[in-house]
């Protein structure tokens, strides 16, 4: 038996650098075997010592010890107290929704996620929560929205899809004065980027399916909460609903976790990379990178976030749809798909995919027009990346 020092894995991670925290947060090896890699727990049920006695576990929809070293391991990265894992991020915004009451009001991003819009709208307007969805660099017509019924302030940064930059010192500054809850959708930076709850958001969520798996291979959400209230409420729900994840994918996930550093390095890389090639490209009308200094609150970018990621919009000279198709049809080393996050680079037509449910005059408002594609760029070489991207451009021509 190795005696002197304890293993780093059993030492406080906080004052420990990123990458650090990413391989070794909330994990021990394994008390039986010695195993340095978390074991999946694959099992719905606990023996407890006698009734109502037990080693915390009961049953596995409420805790699974492969889950719990998840949750602490992502809330060591977004420097928080508690987290919590569910089946997917829709099911961490579900859970979080449910905080409210008939008659509660939130004000949101305008031009969010597709799927948020899609829940919020369709499912929890009908139970008497009314949503404004509001442009974010308006802070007068946030203002303006505002009344003793509202409970919540929903933000994306940068936002899906038109990479908005929101001011979230000024938000979260603005919830707090009125008692409203900040969330934070993080999903597109990623801990490694920017970390609200260090600004005094009440909760970040992550679609952990993206960056945090990061290898397209798990459906899963998150979510990171300082207050003791907030992560009881939270638990609760998610024990009562049971909208929480199995073993294996947290497994997935934990593995995915240890590479986040490095992965989210050369989607940067990268993604700067393909953003200046695009801005050169006669057929490409707009890019949308907050890296770009004219870029709309790129200033506050700065100041609130690492880097710039690998997430890029972009818009094509015409406007059309079929312009629009045709190159998406056209790239091979990029893939059409949705989802984003993964090693690999997917490219999406967001007005016909992930915010098909918008309605087309809303969507376009925001600037989700027919000619729209988002490229969720990934860890290849840099150089095929832009050589797919210019072939494709070039089929526009003939």
């Known amino acids: 038996m190795i005696t002197g020092e304890l293993p780093i894995f059993a030492r ?5 650098k990123f990458g650090t925290r990413a391989i070794h947060a909330g994990q021990e090896p394994d008390p039986t075997t010695g195993a340095i890699m978390t074991p999946i727990y694959q099992t719905s ?8 006695v037990n080693k915390g576990y009961a049953y596995a929809r409420g805790k699974n010890p492969t889950r719990v070293a998840l949750e602490k391991c992502i809330a060591a990265l977004e420097n928080a107290r508690h987290g919590l894992c569910f089946s997917s991020g829709m099911g961490a915004a579900d859970a979080v929704i449910k905080l409210l009451r008939p008659g509660d009001e939130v004000i949101a991003s305008d031009d969010l996620y597709g799927g948020t819009y899609r829940m919020f709208t369709k499912v929890f307007q009908h139970f008497g929560i009314v949503f404004h969805f509001v442009d974010m660099h308006d802070h007068a017509a946030v203002q303006a929205r505002m009344s003793s019924k509202t409970r919540m302030l929903w933000l994306e940064t940068p936002t899906n899809p038109m990479m908005k930059v929101i001011d979230l010192a000024h938000y979260i500054a603005l919830a707090k004065a009125h008692r409203m809850v900040c969330v934070v959708d993080n999903t597109f930076a990623s801990p490694y ?5 260090d600004m005094g958001a009440d909760i970040v969520l992550h679609s952990a399916t993206k960056y945090l798996g990061g290898h397209s ?9 300082n207050s003791q209230e907030l992560h009881d409420q939270l638990a609760f729900i998610a024990n009562s609903c049971g909208a929480t994840p199995g073993p294996q994918d947290c497994f997935l996930v934990l593995r995915g976790l240890k590479t986040l550093h490095l992965r989210m390095q050369a989607h940067c890389h990268n993604g700067r990379a393909v953003a200046t090639f695009l801005r050169s ?13 004219d870029h709309p609150n790129h ?14 919009s972009f818009t094509l000279r015409g406007n059309a749809f079929e312009d629009a198709s045709l190159l998406a049809r056209s790239v091979k080393v990029f893939s059409l798909a949705e989802s984003l996050g993964g090693v690999e680079s997917l490219l999406s037509h967001p007005a016909s995919m992930t915010h098909a449910s918008i309605p087309k005059e809303e969507r376009e408002r925001t600037g989700i027009v027919d000619s729209l594609l988002r490229l969720s760029v990934g860890v290849e070489d840099e150089e095929d990346l832009i050589e797919d991207l210019r072939q494709a451009l070039d089929q526009l021509k003939s």
Do not use: H, S
């Not at 291979?217 to 909460?225: E, F, K, R, W």
């Not at 490409?284 to 200094?293: E, L, M, R, T």
């Not at 200033?299 to 890029?312: L, S």
């Open 12 to 16: 406080k991670t906080k004052a420990m």
């Open 45 to 52: 049920t606990y023996v407890q010592e006698a009734p109502g």
């Open 193 to 197: 980027l920017q970390n609200p709850l």
């Open 217 to 225: 291979d798990v459906i899963m959400g998150a979510l990171c909460m």
């Open 281 to 293: 490209q006669p057929r490409v009308d707009k890019v949308y990178w907050p890296g770009f200094p």
């Open 299 to 312: 200033e506050v970018a700065r100041q609130q976030m690492r880097d710039f990621g690998g997430m890029i």
